[in-house]
């Protein structure tokens, strides 16, 4: 089964600082990957997807991430991270198991923003 | 926009009670989920439906059932509410497709005591 390792529980940074959070999968074949960002007291946004091509992919907000499939990775970067980012951020990876398109989450990195 | 509704942000409960959680989304979209997100363990599935009256189990289905009598409404019911179900609940919905994102509503914090 898939599996998805977000191995920083929290992280803090400070305002204009870059921002690097770490995402690791387990899967055999090319795996469809996703972040998500969840404000305090909001349910989950997407920030951006990736399924082929490009291995650089941009989001919104101006969040980029990069697929390596030799490290199984997918790691979120922003190169300056405004007080708003402050957030809890998931990756999350397709199940193929069954019907529908299930993901599978991370446990979540919660960043801080110090000003 | 994509709309998905939760019946109500904040619910307290008492052990034994049944509780019945709803979700209504806009957008004709065929699977509709249910999860529930703990402090350090993330979002886990609960339940998820592909279509009207179907649904299959996710990692987390224990104490817990569903309804999809209409494409666009999927509820989740807690038949005797224990405390170990306070808890996010998170409702979210997609097109089919492997590829297609989730869109969540704002969620429901349930209180049981």
């Known amino acids: 089964a898939q599996s998805v390792t977000q191995p920083d529980i929290h992280i803090t940074v400070s305002e204009g600082a870059s921002l690097e959070l770490r995402c690791n999968y387990s899967y055999g074949a090319t795996p469809y990957l996703f972040w998500y960002v969840q404000s305090p007291g909001q349910g989950l946004q997407l920030l951006l997807k990736?399924?082929?091509?490009?291995?650089l992919v941009q989001g919104i907000k101006g969040f980029e991430a990069e697929f390596k499939r030799s490290q199984s990775s997918f790691n979120l970067r922003k190169p300056s991270v405004h007080w708003s980012d402050a957030a809890e951020y998931f990756c999350a990876v397709v199940d193929y198991t069954g019907g529908g398109n299930k993901l599978t989450f991370g446990t979540g990195t919660q960043l801080k923003v110090e000003l | 926009d994509v709309k998905v509704t939760q019946s109500s942000r904040y619910l307290v409960k008492r052990t034994g009670e049944k509780v019945f959680l709803e979700c209504v989304q806009d957008m004709d979209h065929e699977n509709m989920f249910w999860y529930r997100q703990d402090p350090g363990l993330g979002l886990r599935l609960i339940y998820f439906s592909y279509d009207v009256k179907m649904k299959e189990k996710g990692d987390i289905p224990e104490g817990y059932s569903v309804s999809r009598e209409k494409k666009e409404r999927f509820s989740l019911i807690l038949e005797s509410a224990s405390t170990n179900q306070t808890s996010m609940y998170l409702c979210?919905?997609?097109?089919?497709?492997?590829?297609?994102?989730?869109?969540f509503g704002p969620g429901t914090r349930l209180t049981v005591l």
């Open positions: 979210a919905s997609s097109y089919g497709g492997y590829d297609n994102e989730q869109f």
């Open positions: 990736y399924f082929s091509g490009d291995t």
